[in-house]
DNA sequence: TAGAACGTTTAGTAAATACTAAACGTAGTA
DNA sequence: TACTACGTTTAGTATTTACTAAACGTTCTA
């Protein structure tokens, strides 16, 4: 391979760590999935051991939320007890699973917070002020149907079976 | 107040210190967007020491990015050098903002490490074996236009004025 | 049953990040 | 000019996070 290649690659996972970091993920994600995108054939553990430059454990947790999050296939070959991963390739069908483990976690937190504390003010908490209670109630309110609207948002993409660049292009025609 | 809206109050930006977290801003911002969101009045940045529990470089700073982003806005008083801060409440304004500020730093530079990287592919780095420039060809072509498709999506956002639940329910609509 | 070849887990460490405390700059006020 | 009231910047620190190295458990093989 020449070095000019190896250099293209290297700095394509080293973009792809960017990214990775930007969108709160581990930077090692971001490189493991890099390597991955890049070779034509699975890899094994050891393998991305070599490419990647990190260490069996980290590989070993990192490819695990990779897989979680639908980014990373595990394969196998008869005979052989090795795993080997490839890149997902179709990304809306990544999004729908990324959004996916995220909405069990903590985005629905989130909402059940602001919910909690809208149900205790409508309990009565706080009504000695009536106008300040009354804010309050608005303020709520007005993010709680917000953050509805999000959800309800969220999780038709994540039901979504067929999505893909025509989506985006309805929703671009929408948006004018 | 009572001790109930207090505590109220703590546990509402508590859980948006959470969200704020989660989306890889730091938790303070949340918070202090928690306090302002809460509060009838704009505050000083003393009042968001007092109420936050944070430091005033901290908030300083925090503050700023708040503002950077559209979540938070700056009024002053008449015969009063204090600096005043009030929450955004028009969340639909905030995400326009706040992916418009993403979208020039860490964003285009994603993108751009891409279309690099293809770049110099077709320039022939690599074509000494065709199959594997191929190959890689293939995946990177794929790789830029589902940014392709990303950036205009967030960019037609951005642009977008009248963005509202509206908006949201349109698309919904879209998504079966 | 012993040994080898795996992936996983853990304990410790390095690196990144957000904060505090205090110095600082600047602009109003006596 | 000196003093005060601000917000900002800086240097240092605490906390969190992601990693390494090594121990470990399990399964296959001789």
Do not use: C
């Amino acid at each position: 391979m020449t070095d000019q290649l190896t250099q293209l690659k290297q700095d394509f996972t080293e973009g792809l760590s960017q990214i990775s970091k930007f969108w709160g993920f581990p930077k090692g994600m971001g490189a493991i999935f890099g390597v991955l995108y890049l070779s034509p054939t699975p890899l094994s553990l050891d393998e991305l051991v070599q490419n990647s430059g990190l260490t069996k454990g980290a590989i070993s947790t990192n490819v695990r939320a990779l897989s979680r999050m639908g980014l990373v296939r595990l394969s196998t070959k008869l005979g052989d007890r090795k795993d080997y991963y490839e890149a997902e390739t179709d990304f809306y069908k990544s999004i729908r699973a990324i959004l996916k483990e995220r909405q069990n976690n903590e985005f629905e937190l989130a909402i059940q917070s602001v919910s909690k504390a809208l149900e205790k003010l409508e309990e009565g908490v706080g009504s000695e002020n009536e106008t300040e209670h009354q804010f309050l109630l608005e303020r709520l309110r007005a993010l709680q149907s917000f953050f509805d609207a999000l959800d309800g948002l969220v999780k038709s993409v994540v039901r979504l079976e067929g999505m893909g660049i025509t989506t985006v292009e309805k929703i671009l025609s929408i948006l004018k």
